[in-house]
Structure formats: structure tokens, C-alpha cells
Nanobody, 114 residues
Framework: QVQLVESGGGLVQPGGSLTLSCAAS????????MAWYRQAPGKQRELVAA???????NYADSMKGRFTISRDNAKNTVYLQMNSLKPEDTAVYYC????????WGKGTLVTVSS
């Protein structure tokens, strides 16, 4: 079993920035693809960004240029730097390890509002 714990969510004004962190409970996280998903009220969960064990990244089109995913394998942690936040980025953000059938965190709420 692997536990994933997200942190860093909160309330931010439009145009602001937040950095989310996800810590994995075991060091096996370094060999798996890790990702961030989000789910807005009334919408389906969607992929935000993913990063492979080798550091290759993939982003949803609407996040490209604004969000940056990174990982620190020594700390078993993946990060999501979010810039130029918009109200439509408001959602619960979930950390994922090893794909949709893998492990999930409980999520952290990001609210973008003035």
C-alpha cells in the first residue's frame, strides 16, 4: 500500500499562484509515473499533468504554460506549481501514482476567487 498526502491548497485571487505538494509514503514512488488530476463541482475528474520516473512531463492543453509539474524522488514528493490562476481552475486537486487504477490521495481544494 502507498499513501499519498496532498497539501498546499487554499484560496487565491485570480492571477495568483499556488504550489501543491504530494508526499508518498514509500520510496517506490520514484519508479512510477505520478500525476495531478482535478475535479471541479459538477464535472468529471480530469488530468492536469503527469511526470514519468524519468522526468518526462505531459500537460492538459488548458494548463500548458501556466502549470509546472516536478518531482523530488529523494523526498518521494511531486509538486504542481500553478501560476496565472483563473476562477475555472477552482477544483479539488488529487495526486495519483501509477495511473487511474493506481493510488490516489484524498485531494486538496483550490479556490480561485476575488
Amino acid at each position: 500500500q502507498v499513501q499519498l498526502v496532498e497539501s498546499g491548497g487554499g484560496l487565491v485571487q485570480p492571477g495568483g499562484s499556488l504550489t501543491l505538494s504530494c508526499a508518498a509514503s514509500r520510496n517506490i514512488a520514484s519508479i512510477y509515473t505520478m500525476a495531478w488530476y482535478r475535479q471541479a463541482p459538477g464535472k468529471q475528474r480530469e488530468l492536469v499533468a503527469a511526470i514519468t520516473s524519468g522526468g518526462s512531463t505531459n500537460y492538459a492543453d488548458s494548463m500548458k504554460g501556466r502549470f509546472t509539474i516536478s518531482r523530488d524522488n529523494a523526498k518521494n514528493t511531486v509538486y504542481l506549481q500553478m501560476n496565472s490562476l483563473k476562477p475555472e481552475d477552482t477544483a479539488v486537486y488529487y495526486c495519483n501514482l501509477d495511473g487511474p487504477a493506481g493510488y490516489w490521495g484524498k485531494g486538496t481544494l483550490v479556490t480561485v476567487s476575488s
